[in-house]
């Protein structure tokens, strides 16, 4: 199976931890994984923003970046989710009968992370040690978008040494939605305010997510009020091997 | 006043015709899209929601659900209905009650409560003046524990079961099916309808409910089953 | 007909753009605790409400496709509404436009009163319709006074307010400013509340029984919405719950309903899934307290002159746009607003309409011209927990996504210059569409960021529109090595 990494230019450029993470992962249980070193973006932001003819190069770069892996697999629920929802509709809209065929050809590979890890390799326990206390924010393109369902939750309690804590209210958004949060600062913060809060009140030392995007907002805002809460992405635990040799 | 046209009134009123010609033929273009052979029917309507399982009792559903609303049901055999009423009335006060033409007569023969008529029609400020009124029922929904009134033999115009305080109906059993599609199949649609669930309420300070604002403040259901082994709920 | 023309008098209220208007609203302590309770209190009842019934999926399936039927043979339904609603004694007028509509209404008003009245009266039940159109104020201009009678509407008019939620227009209100507003204002409109009113939810609702029953049984004519009108029977349906619904469409002479023409269905049978779908999305009850149906006229029950109108009022420039047409399949049940985290935090005034929350920002952009109101579609994180609502699968994420795209074009078309964030988005794409520029960002980025911040590789704050993000969130500063240069160090060159 020739597996196929999408990193996406967010952990690619802020995150690079978690693309390290789904490599040593993946390696970890036996694979070889690619990195084609022309892709760059799904285009979510522009998409999602209203630039749909500045999102159609990235469309064609994906579609021609991925062709012909037999599974692409990214560590966001988010972008997975763009290129499964949309890249047929921009392409449909605005691209030719070749960028159709080029992004059919591509769109049914792509995996989520967990999608890949429990529907096509078919592991729950991945063999990661993490000994701490960890909460998980299900994000909402991980809820409504990929429809992960449990899958990350199953990996997680595999966890050796985990102390996963469920989070209260844990399918409220976080108020991130891209550059809502930019747009709508002020909104944003509001409903930032009130998951910080269900955080907090875990207990939990570890925020994890499938979406670097959302914890980066998360995050930022933990950050900011000296919580002592640190954001890792879900790849990041499922890699971890702490304490271990 | 039929034609919908002009009636020289207020002179700066566009011609009907002209609206409804405008509008008509603003919907025919946006619609534009739609193949012009496409019919009605060739837009799928999937009905399987249809699969209502038609619960076992569905009597007793109809009374939990009656009850949640919280209005009052007393469910009882066809010969204690009269008794039955008589002892509604008397618990709730109900000294002056109307009751419409076609009302059965053997369901007031233990009550001493004053009965009014309504031939001819009772003024609004004569029937927003007594305490309650009696009627049956054209069907009730087992499953959302409504009651539906047509108007017709036993039920009265539309206003007698509005205006005044307390509203007690007698349902019979079979009058009850499971759920609402049933319930529409039975109905005749140029009757004036109306589906009564519960007393009249509102939610509209901080979502608190509170029963009775325009409507009955009270409901009861008289649920006469011809055999009521059941206990009442 | 362009999108931009002659949309005045529709829908929109004209208040600042949504960001600036969210922020008012942000900071009202009371409103925040109303709306927190208010929507997770509806949430879960009905979350009770939808999930008791086996098969609600193929009831939201069944509703979506009879609204889909219903807009693609719009025309058909409308002439075959008409034909059934004249057969049974109704009279049935069409409105343009909100203009249009309004003098309608007023001309009927006048006609009913007779000749010799001196002081026009209607009463009315809650219709959004009527709100979208401003009739209230076209009749008063018109020396007709309009008296709302729905509890919410009645402390809105009483509070010179403007409703903030499609099924609770007064959630932003508490008890003790209700109380006020009954105690203070009840008095100049009919009769006074009692002056030992409490803010007991009961008594005020007592206080409200009182005030309006004079009306009701006065008023000559009554003017409604409607919730649905089957083409095939000419049968219309108000739901509703305190029975002021039942009161209007009972004890008038003259009845009027104004009536959106999407509100129409195929056949009374359609009813039946509308029926299910909308008390359990709204309020979370199984049913609500009272559902009429009516059919023209019925002699001796009930208004003997009825009429109905049939407003366009932009709807048909809605039906025109194949993405944005399935907004017009909502039926106001309000299910959008109480799960929408924005909606939770900013109430419904902030959105400038009488369509609030997530519908409100798919519709209103629609109704009015997506110039006017611009700032709506961006009102959303694109959650998706609207879209999971909606008793009738109106996928609002999709719409305010396409929407988005028609605002970035309308900006684009109307100016010479790019705006400064098309110029950023521009740039952005350029960066993202080459591996190679992205490689040499990510170095400037690493090297910004450290002249930035940040202290522990956080940055503080952010220049020029970033700002808002960065004055309560830290933001990572670019690592040094960016994930594409570990792999070719450590991957490629291995």
Redesign the interface.
Same mark, same amino acid.
């Given at each position: 199976m020739r597996i196929g990494l999408f990193i996406t230019c967010l952990n690619d450029t802020l995150f690079p931890g978690t693309g390290r993470a789904v490599v040593t992962l993946l390696e970890r249980l036996g694979h070889t994984v690619e990195f084609p070193r022309e892709q760059s973006c799904c285009a979510q932001m522009h998409f999602n923003t209203g630039y749909r003819p500045e999102s159609l190069p990235m469309v064609a770069r994906f579609a021609r970046a991925f062709a012909g892996y037999d599974a692409i697999v990214t560590p966001s629920a988010s972008c997975a989710a763009m290129i499964r929802d949309n890249h047929p509709v921009l392409a449909e809209q605005l691209g030719d009968a070749a960028l159709r065929d080029a992004v059919a050809a591509v769109v049914p590979a792509v995996h989520e992370l967990t999608e890949f890890l429990v529907d096509v390799l078919g592991v729950t326990d991945v063999g990661a040690v993490f000994p701490h206390r960890v909460t998980y924010h299900p994000t909402c393109h991980s809820l409504r978008g990929v429809r992960l369902g449990d899958r990350p939750l199953r990996l997680l309690r595999a966890v050796r040494g985990i102390d996963l804590v469920d989070l209260p209210a844990a399918e409220a958004c976080c108020g991130f939605g891209g550059t809502f949060a930019v747009k709508n600062a002020d909104t944003s913060t509001a409903i930032l305010a009130d998951k910080m809060t269900t955080v907090l009140s875990t207990g939990a030392e570890v925020l994890c997510a499938a979406d670097n995007s959302c914890l980066m907002h998360i995050g930022g805002g933990l950050s900011r009020w000296n919580s002592g809460v640190r954001t890792l992405h879900l790849a990041e635990i499922l890699a971890a091997t702490e304490g271990t040799r | 006043m039929r034609s919908g046209g002009t009636d020289g009134g207020a002179g700066e009123d566009r011609p009907a015709t002209d609206s409804r010609s405008a509008v008509l033929a603003r919907v025919r273009t946006a619609v534009s899209d739609v193949p012009s052979d496409e019919t009605p029917d060739d837009v799928p309507v999937p009905r399987t929601y249809r699969r209502t399982v038609a619960p076992g009792d569905t009597v007793g559903l109809f009374a939990a659900r009656v009850a949640d609303y919280r209005a009052t049901v007393v469910r009882c055999a066809p010969e204690d209905v009269a008794g039955t009423v008589a002892a509604l009335l008397e618990r709730r006060g109900a000294r002056r009650v109307v009751v419409p033409e076609g009302f059965p007569p053997e369901f007031l023969t233990r009550t001493d409560a004053d009965l009014v008529g309504d031939r001819p029609p009772l003024s609004v400020r004569r029937l927003a003046s007594v305490d309650g009124t009696l009627t049956t029922a054209t069907v009730a929904v087992a499953e959302t524990g409504t009651i539906v009134l047509d108007t017709g033999p036993g039920q009265g115009r539309r206003a007698l079961s509005l205006l005044p305080d307390y509203h007690l109906c007698v349902v019979r059993a079979e009058q009850i099916v499971p759920d609402v599609p049933e319930a529409l199949a039975r109905l005749e649609p140029h009757r004036p309808l109306t589906f009564i669930s519960g007393p009249s309420a509102t939610s509209d300070i901080e979502l608190q409910r509170v029963e009775g604002v325009h409507g009955p403040r009270t409901l009861d259901v008289v649920l006469v089953v011809a055999d009521t082994s059941g206990a009442n709920p | 007909?362009t999108e931009d023309t002659d949309h005045d008098g529709r829908v929109w209220l004209g208040t600042p753009a949504?960001?600036e208007a969210?922020?008012t609203a942000?900071a009202d302590t009371r409103l925040?605790h +109303?709306l927190r309770?208010?929507t997770t209190?509806?949430r879960t009842k009905r979350l009770d409400a939808t999930g008791e019934v086996?098969?609600w999926e193929?009831?939201r399936?069944?509703g979506a496709?009879?609204k889909?039927?219903t807009?693609?043979? !719009?025309?058909?339904?409308?002439?075959q509404l008409e034909a059934s609603v #004249?057969a049974?004694g109704g009279?049935?007028?069409?409105?343009?436009d909100a203009t249009?509509a309004n003098?309608?209404v007023?001309?009927l008003v006048? &006609?009913a009163g007779g000749p010799d009245t001196e002081r026009h009266e209607v009463v009315k039940v809650k219709s959004m319709a009527t709100q979208e159109i401003g009739l209230n104020e076209a009749l008063a201009a018109a020396g007709i006074t309009a008296y709302e009678?729905?509890? &919410?509407e009645l402390?809105v008019q009483l509070g010179e307010d403007r409703p903030s939620h499609i099924l609770?227009?007064?959630i932003h209100r508490?008890?003790a400013e209700?109380r006020e507003i009954f105690a203070e204002r009840m008095g100049e409109w009919g009769r006074a509340a009692p002056d030992d009113l409490t803010d007991d939810?009961?008594a !005020?609702?007592?206080a409200?029984?009182l005030h309006?029953?004079e009306k009701?049984?006065t008023t000559r004519v009554a003017i409604s919405g409607a919730n649905f009108a089957?083409a095939d029977?000419g049968?219309i349906a108000v739901v509703e719950?305190?029975? +002021?619904g039942?009161?209007c469409?009972? =004890?008038p002479e003259t009845l009027i309903t104004v009536m959106g023409?999407e509100k129409v269905v $195929?056949t009374?049978?359609d !009813?039946?899934?509308f =029926?299910?779908l909308l008390p359990r999305s709204s309020?979370g009850?199984?049913? +609500?307290?009272?559902?009429?149906?009516?059919?023209?006229v019925?002699p001796?029950?009930?208004p003997q002159?009825f009429h109905l109108i049939?407003l366009?009022n932009g709807r048909?420039?809605v039906?025109?746009d #194949?993405v944005g047409?399935q907004a017009l399949a909502c039926i106001r049940c309000s299910a959008c607003l109480n799960v929408c985290?924005?909606y939770e935090?900013?109430g419904g005034h902030a959105y400038g309409s009488v369509y609030p929350g997530p519908i409100g920002a798919v519709l209103t952009p629609q109704l009015a011209g997506v110039r006017r109101a611009a700032s709506l579609?961006?009102?959303?994180?694109?959650?998706? &927990?609207c879209?999971?609502a909606c008793p009738v699968k109106i996928d609002i994420p999709e719409i305010l996504?396409h929407l988005?795209?028609?605002?970035?074009?309308a900006k684009r078309d109307g100016r010479a210059l790019p705006t400064p964030e098309?110029l950023a988005?521009?740039a952005?794409?350029t960066v !993202?569409?080459? $591996?190679g520029l =992205?490689a040499v960002?990510?170095r400037a980025?690493a090297a910004g960021g450290r002249l930035l911040g940040g202290r522990g590789g956080?940055i503080?704050r952010l220049p020029g529109?970033?700002a808002?993000?960065s004055? #309560?969130?830290?933001?990572?500063a $670019?690592?040094r090595?960016?994930?594409?240069?570990?792999?070719r160090a450590h991957?490629e060159e291995r």
């Open positions: - | - | 007909m949504f960001p969210a922020r942000l925040r +109303n309770h208010a209190t509806i086996p098969h193929e009831l399936e069944a496709a009879i889909r039927r807009a693609r043979h !719009l025309a058909t339904y409308l002439e #004249t049974a009279t049935v007028h069409w409105a343009a249009d003098r309608i007023a001309r006048r &006609a009678t729905d509890l &919410a402390i609770v227009p007064a508490n008890r209700i939810p009961k !005020l609702a007592e409200a029984r309006l029953r009701f049984l089957a029977t049968t719950s305190e029975g +002021n039942r009161m469409l009972t =004890l023409i $195929p009374f049978t !009813l039946e899934v =029926l299910q309020t009850e199984r049913m +609500n307290p009272y559902t009429s149906l009516w059919t023209g019925t001796g029950d009930g002159d049939l366009d048909t420039d039906l025109k #194949t047409r985290p924005v935090r900013t579609p961006f009102a959303s994180t694109l959650c998706g &927990a879209y999971e996504v988005r795209a028609k605002a970035v074009e098309a988005m521009k952005a794409a !993202l569409d080459s $591996p =992205l960002a990510q980025g956080r503080r529109p970033l808002g993000w004055a #309560t969130r830290d933001t990572p $670019p690592p090595e960016s994930f594409r240069t570990w792999w991957r």
